[in-house]
């Protein structure tokens, strides 16, 4: 389907505001809402996917118009406890359009993150009563039409209905330029926290490429990646994990190496570890002003976050700009005592053949939890 002709689709509905985390598998969308949405439509890209719930319902209690909100389908988990404690008919009865990137689609072949939940995707629409249609590349007009139609009868009766789409449902679209001012390439930065290492210590990435570059960097480094657990699904989550790890290794240190996009989407966290104040973490936000992972789409926030971890309690706090900042922190900052917080600015940048592990998610966490125990 071309992008246009959804945009068509949703003014036909009554649809004015789209909302949603971007999604690889909605590339071409994504692309397009950023570029060249018709102003007549309001785009925001909430901190995660259930805030895009919270504007769709907002939207529609303020305009009486439903919204449609956007997500790969790792986020339905996110936006599940809006829908069904709001949006449900047994509550408020609010539609939305859901439109839904489908990764793991049985048959497929996908990254272990996306196995379960790309085979439970439909079966969980089904459990939370949400009507739907699977679109791909081979969806013609004629189906695109009845699609629609059965979308305006939910919308109309104040039910949510979800449009799924495969990976290549949507025709290409031209990315427009997705780029900041910041000179550092991300899987430099982390070359440089690798390599600062100490024998003992661990390391906790988050979602998307950063991990791979992780992955990848240890590999050269280390001869290996025992070290490090990738947290290549939960976006946002590896920060809990980290400060889990560093509770049971009172004398270990862990480095949590995020992205901005994973940092804002349970930015809560932040608070939780700046109360808490764990000595022996460190936590590292890549920040690139954008979800690079999955087209580089702008994040919809841009704080200072080494600001604000000082506002909330961490005892160390610093933002790194350039290279000669990089290498004169580095590994000085990881041989500090107290909770830590770097912001490191990063350029809009990553390799076109970056790997992917090769090993299953499994074998990797025995060799972490070998390495740590
Ligand atoms: C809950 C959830 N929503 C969306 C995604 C899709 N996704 C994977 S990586 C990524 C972008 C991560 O952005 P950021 O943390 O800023 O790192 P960057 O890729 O920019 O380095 C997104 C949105 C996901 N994996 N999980």
């Known amino acids: 389907m071309q992008v246009g002709f959804l945009i068509e689709k949703l ?4 649809i004015h505001t789209i909302a949603g985390v971007p ?11 950023n570029t060249h949405l018709d102003p007549s439509f309001c785009h925001f890209v909430p901190a995660n996917e259930g805030a895009a719930v919270g504007i769709a319902i907002g939207s529609y209690l303020a305009s009486g118009n439903p919204a449609c909100i956007y997500m790969q389908n790792s986020g339905l988990g996110n936006t599940v406890n809006p829908i069904t404690s709001l949006a449900n008919e047994k ?12 990764r793991g689609q049985p048959g497929r072949k996908d990254e272990p993150q996306h196995k379960f ?8 629409l089904d459990v939370l009563s949400i009507p739907y249609a699977v679109i791909s590349s081979e969806t013609t007009k004629e189906e695109l039409e009845i699609v629609f139609r059965q979308a305006r009868k939910c919308l109309d009766g104040n039910k949510q209905y979800a449009i799924v789409a495969a990976p290549g449902a949507f025709e290409e679209e031209e990315a427009g330029s ?12 982390i070359r440089k926290i690798l390599g600062s290492l100490g024998e003992k210590d661990i390391v906790v990435s988050t979602t998307g490429k950063i991990s791979r570059e992780v992955y990848e960097q240890s590999n050269r480094i280390f001869g290996g990646h025992s070290e490090c657990f ?13 400060f889990g790890i560093a509770v049971e290794n009172p004398h270990k240190r862990v480095i949590c190496i995020e992205g901005d996009g994973a940092v804002l989407m349970h930015m809560g966290s932040m608070a939780f570890l700046g109360k808490q104040k764990p000595k022996n973490m ?5 920040n690139n002003e954008a979800h690079e992972s999955v087209g580089g789409m702008p994040t919809g926030a841009a704080p200072d976050y080494w600001k604000n971890a000082k506002d909330l309690g961490y005892e160390h706090s610093e933002v790194i ?11 000085q900052i990881l041989n500090r005592a107290g909770l830590s917080f770097v912001e490191i600015k990063v350029a809009m940048d990553s390799r076109k053949d970056l790997g992917r592990p090769v090993e299953s998610a499994v074998e990797n966490k025995a060799e972490f939890m070998k390495h740590i125990n």
């Open 23 to 33: 999604d690889s598998a909605l590339k071409p969308f994504c692309n397009y809402v």
């Open 117 to 124: 939940m790309g085979e439970i995707t439909l079966p969980m």
């Open 321 to 331: 700009e350039s290279y000669h900042e990089l290498d004169k922190a580095f590994p």
């Open 282 to 286: 460190v936590h590292i936000c890549l």
């Open 230 to 242: 990738l947290t290549v699904g939960g976006m946002g989550h590896a920060s809990m994990i980290a």
């Open 178 to 189: 997705y780029e900041n001012t910041y000179s550092i390439i991300r899987e430099d930065a």
């Open 11 to 14: 003014k036909e509905l009554h």
């Open 91 to 102: 509550v408020y009865d609010i539609p939305m359009l859901l439109l839904i990137g489908w």
